[in-house]
T-cell receptor, first 117, second 116 residues
Framework: GAGVSQTPSNKVTEKGKYVELRCDPI?????LYWYRQSLGQGPEFLIY????????DSGLPNDRFFAVRPEGSVSTLKIQRTERGDSAVYLC???????????????FGPGTRLLVL | AQKITQTQPGMFVQEKEAVTLDCTYD???????LFWYKQPSSGEMIFLIY??????QNATEGRYSLNFQKARKSANLVISASQLGDSAMYFC?????????????FGKGTKLTVNP
């Protein structure tokens, strides 16, 4: 079946602009995660949804970052007043959830490469 | 405190040889999950193998096996019969159970190069 998809694959924006990044999880996966990966680093957690609700948003760096998942499927990560330091690859993952044994395996999308000029 | 430690920034292996990528972790929880992902230059994170903390057997998936030593808090990935296509970054990750979160915490990764 189809894997996790993310759009756009690349986004170039100017400092101060607003951007939206979209994630479409694997069908039937109730858990959805956003991570951010800077060059040369492992992914860092941003936010976790179980269904429509954000179960853990402790990784969001500040209030410029916000994410929604209104119908429990597609999610949008929103970044306001972008800064050059926001440049990174934004990865989305989904899992069957709630995590029990192999159900907790997270499957990742291809990522969105964000560049803030 | 760092949760996942991968001490090998880079590793080299000859094609058809086996290679071990090291991973140690830190947690006070009894229930946790350990994962290995492969990230080729294309950027996508590819799930390789999972080990639950209560699993008695070491996990295996084809040419991948996980050498799980719970007392030492290590979860090393063993790749047998290396292939050129195995050249990539490899990340060890742990489901961070503290605080009830289901997030994954990743190490810094190991870059594996398979030589012909």
């Amino acid at each position: 079946g189809a894997g996790v998809s993310q759009t756009p694959s690349n986004k170039v924006t100017e400092k101060g602009k607003y951007v939206e990044l979209r994630c479409d999880p694997i069908s039937g996966h109730t858990a959805l995660y956003w991570y951010r990966q800077s060059l040369g680093q492992g992914p860092e957690f941003l936010i976790y949804f179980q269904g429509t609700g954000a179960a853990d948003d402790s990784g969001l760096p500040n209030d410029r970052f916000f994410a929604v998942r209104p119908e429990g499927s597609v999610s949008t990560l929103k970044i306001q007043r972008t800064e050059r330091g926001d440049s990174a690859v934004y990865l989305c993952a989904s899992s069957l959830g709630p995590p029990t044994g192999n159900q907790e395996t997270q499957y990742f999308g291809p990522g969105t490469r964000l560049l803030v000029l | 405190a760092q949760k996942i430690t991968q001490t090998q920034p880079g590793m080299f292996v000859q094609e058809k040889e086996a290679v071990t990528l090291d991973c140690t972790y830190d947690t006070s929880d009894q229930s946790y999950g350990l994962f290995w992902y492969k990230q080729p230059s294309s950027g996508e994170m590819i799930f390789l193998i999972y080990q639950g903390s209560y699993d008695e057997q070491n996990a295996t998936e084809g040419r991948y096996s996980l050498n799980f030593q719970k007392a030492r808090k290590s979860a090393n990935l063993v790749i047998s019969a290396s292939q050129l296509g195995d050249s990539a970054m490899y990340f060890c990750a742990m489901r961070d159970p503290q605080g009830g979160s289901e997030k994954l915490v990743f190490g810094k990764g190991t870059k594996l190069t398979v030589n012909p």
